[in-house]
């Protein structure tokens, strides 16, 4: 594989599994070396011995993204041990389901606080380092929820639709500083997450996770469910300069499940 990254220095927060995990390995791959900021410490080691496997430097970072304070620190450790920061890859995420009318305000502000605002606080917490330097890229995980409604995911929705709009805004906004910002937008992706939303929805839905299963995948019109490495090689195209005159963008990574 082309070493194209080669001399840059990725962040990946929530890296130490599924999208993010497959993320800061396919960046390493790319030859970028890969701070893994993930909450959990011991995901975080485990994701860094992979990415020191594959010949690149790695940096184990307990982080939680929705504090304002690691976010800092994410930045600090970085610069302090790599001297720059070239790629942010905001991939950390949670998902819960409610009908509307049961939705809380805890529940609310947790979707929206991990989805959302922690995204924009850690892109502002990484811009300075890069405007400083006249480049970097940001990448975004959204989701094919933010194209779509939903009966029993709207704070999920809202929240990746959040992240849709803040990249268009941020990418206008730092254009000229040599900054681009996209987001991506998986499907049906087979990760952990992925089991808690099957078993959520179908519990919703009045139908097993066995049936729930089986609609999602007779929907995606390229036939299969989708993989962490589909949505990675995707990011790692994003943060390359193969991309370089795109920015702004909101790129469905579904199997076709939105066409627009």
Not at 33 to 57: K, T
């Amino acid at each position: 594989m082309s070493r194209e990254l080669e001399g840059q220095v990725a962040i990946v927060t929530g890296a130490g599994r599924g999208i993010g995990l497959a993320t800061a390995l396919e960046l390493a791959s790319l030859g970028a070396d890969v701070v893994v900021a993930e909450l959990d410490g011991a995901s975080a080691e485990r994701a860094a011995g992979a990415v020191r496997q594959r010949d690149r430097r790695a940096l184990a970072l307990p982080t939680d993204v929705t504090r304002r304070a690691d976010l800092a620190r994410m930045v600090e450790r970085t610069l302090a041990d790599f001297g720059q920061v070239d790629i942010l890859v905001n991939n950390a995420g949670i998902y819960r389901a409610a009908a509307a009318l049961d939705v809380t305000e805890e529940h609310w502000d947790a979707v929206l606080g991990i989805n959302a605002r922690a995204v924009f606080f850690a892109s502002q917490a990484v811009l300075p380092a890069m405007i400083r330097r006249k480049r970097g890229v940001i990448v975004s995980l959204a989701s094919m929820a933010g194209k779509i409604g939903s009966r029993t995911n709207l704070p999920y929705n809202a929240s990746k639709a959040a992240v849709i709009s803040m990249t268009k805004s941020l990418a206008l906004a730092h254009a000229a500083d040599g900054i681009r910002v996209n987001c991506v937008c998986p499907g049906f992706v087979e990760t952990d997450m992925w089991t808690t939303v099957a078993r959520e929805q179908a519990a919703l839905l009045g139908l097993t996770v066995e049936e729930f299963n089986r609609q999602r995948l007779a929907s995606v019109p390229l036939g299969r469910m989708e993989r962490p490495e589909d949505v990675a090689s995707v990011i790692g195209f994003l943060c390359s300069p193969r991309s370089g005159y795109v920015t702004g963008q909101a790129l469905s990574v579904d199997g076709g499940l939105v066409m627009h």
